[in-house]
């Protein structure tokens, strides 16, 4: 007797993955970690600037036929030194490198 098979059977379905949010690359590092970095990455930044502002190896001469010039260059600009870091971090360089 075929129909005397009473066993208990459960209906289940495979639950359906949502769709992964705009956002979702941010949640292996939770909130706190993420501020941290980004204070980090300002401070670095802000750091390479003063030294390379200070540093003497750092000023070029402009036009270096004229030994003593009247202005001198520095490379390390704040958008520099902030590119500079991000280019770090993102382990591809940048063409901004302290000489």
């Known amino acids: 007797m075929p129909f005397m098979n009473l066993g208990i059977s459960i209906l289940y379905q495979k639950p359906k993955a949502a769709p992964p949010s705009l956002m979702s690359f941010l949640l292996p590092f939770s909130a706190n970690v993420w501020l941290y970095l980004i204070v980090v990455y ?3 930044s802000i750091l ?3 030294i390379g502002r200070t540093s003497t190896d750092e000023w070029n001469n402009i036009y270096p036929c004229v030994e003593e010039p009247d202005k001198l260059e520095n ?3 704040i958008q520099n ?3 500079f870091c991000m280019g770090a971090i993102m382990q591809q360089g940048s063409e901004i490198a302290p000489m």
Request: hydrophobic letters at 75%.
């Open 42 to 44: 300002l401070v670095v």
């Open 48 to 50: 390479f600037f003063v």
């Open 75 to 77: 490379q390390f600009t």
């Open 81 to 83: 030194s902030l590119w």
